[in-house]
């Protein structure tokens, strides 16, 4: 079995830590962007449009990226965990073939 499928706490960490890089890697990735972009809240929306419309270009581009940011970081969390999952069931399915493997040549060596 993976270590953080009984340590919690590392489970945690390992998500952030995925979703993160995840988060980061999509900020640059225009397609991502314009998708996270047609996810954005009604609220989102009206901060983004009263920040273009103050015509200060710095807080325009703060108020996207917050937004961007948070919908892209729900997106990343999400294919973080499946992400994992799908590393531990790789990680027991490696394990269980070593054990397989081990006991064959056990049963070899002392047959």
């Given at each position: 079995?993976?270590?953080?499928?009984?340590?919690?706490?590392?489970?945690?960490?390992?998500?952030?830590?995925?979703?993160?890089?995840?988060?980061?890697?999509?900020?640059?990735?225009?397609?991502?962007?314009?998708?996270?972009?047609?996810?954005?809240?009604?609220?989102?929306?009206?901060?983004?449009?009263?920040?273009?419309?103050s015509g200060d270009p710095i807080a325009h581009f703060q108020?996207?990226?917050?937004?961007?940011?948070?919908?892209?970081?729900?997106?990343?969390?999400?294919?973080?965990?499946?992400?994992?999952?799908?590393?531990?069931?790789?990680?027991?399915?490696?394990?269980?073939?070593?054990?397989?493997?081990?006991?064959?040549?056990?049963?070899?060596?002392?047959?």
């Amino acid at each position: 079995m993976h270590r953080s499928e009984h340590d919690h706490d590392l489970h945690a960490i390992a998500l952030e830590a995925m979703a993160r890089s995840l988060v980061d890697q999509w900020a640059t990735d225009p397609f991502k962007s314009g998708e996270a972009g047609m996810c954005l809240a009604d609220d989102e929306y009206d901060a983004i449009t009263a920040a273009y419309c103050s015509g200060d270009p710095i807080a325009h581009f703060q108020a996207t990226d917050k937004a961007i940011r948070r919908v892209l970081a729900e997106l990343a969390e999400r294919e973080a965990e499946q992400e994992l999952k799908c590393r531990q069931r790789e990680d027991r399915r490696r394990h269980e073939e070593d054990r397989a493997a081990d006991r064959a040549e056990f049963r070899r060596a002392f047959a």
